[in-house]
Every structure is written in structure tokens, then in C-alpha cells.
Nanobody, 121 residues
Framework: QVQLVESGGGLVQAGGSLRLSCAASGGIFSINVMAWYRQAPGKQRELVAAITRGGSTNYADSVKGRFTISRDNAKNTVYLQMNSLKPEDTANYYC???????????????WGQGTQVTVSS
């Protein structure tokens, strides 16, 4: 069973920073794309940032220049460095990974349980 475990959320004042981590485990052969999504109350889940195994990145316009996604392929871990946080960044942040496993399973998307980020004004 694949598990994605997020950490690093919390409460921060506007202008502050947080770093989220997501570690994947469970018979993993490789991970293609790793990504962070977020969902605020009453809103749809949206893509925040994504990174390929080779390091190519993609960001939502709302976070460009403030957030940085990175990954450690050896640790099957993805990070999201969030700077200059705004109240509108408040949401539950979810990790997503496109996983291939040693048991033959290929390119299956898995989700973490989410970590809450709250930015006060």
C-alpha cells in the first residue's frame, strides 16, 4: 500500500514562510510527477505546483515567485517552500504522486491526507 505523508503545515502571519514535506513509501519503483494541490473551504481543489522526476516545474499563477517546489528522488520526497504567505493561501494542502511500483502497478496517482496551512492577516 502506498502512503504519502505530509508535514509542515501550521499557522503563520501574513508575510511569513512555511515549508511542506511529503514522503512517499510502499514498494515504490519510481515516481514520475509529484505535485501539491490545495483546497479552501467551499472551493475546488486546485493545483499549486508540480515537478517531474527530471526537475521541470509548473506553478499556479497565484503562487509564482513566492512558492518553490523541489524533490529528492532518492527519498521519494517532495517539498514546497512557501514565502510571502497571504491570507488567501489558507487551505488544506495535499500531496499527489504518480507512482509505479515493484509489483507491476504503473502510473497510479495517490494522495496524501492533507496538511492545514492557515495565514492570519
Amino acid at each position: 500500500q502506498v502512503q504519502l505523508v505530509e508535514s509542515g503545515g501550521g499557522l503563520v502571519q501574513a508575510g511569513g514562510s512555511l515549508r511542506l514535506s511529503c514522503a512517499a513509501s510502499g514498494g515504490i519503483f519510481s515516481i514520475n510527477v509529484m505535485a501539491w494541490y490545495r483546497q479552501a473551504p467551499g472551493k475546488q481543489r486546485e493545483l499549486v505546483a508540480a515537478i517531474t522526476r527530471g526537475g521541470s516545474t509548473n506553478y499556479a499563477d497565484s503562487v509564482k515567485g513566492r512558492f518553490t517546489i523541489s524533490r529528492d528522488n532518492a527519498k521519494n520526497t517532495v517539498y514546497l517552500q512557501m514565502n510571502s504567505l497571504k491570507p488567501e493561501d489558507t487551505a488544506n494542502y495535499y500531496c499527489n504522486a504518480d507512482v509505479s511500483r515493484w509489483n507491476g502497478e504503473r502510473f497510479t496517482y495517490y494522495w496524501g491526507q492533507g496538511t492545514q496551512v492557515t495565514v492570519s492577516s
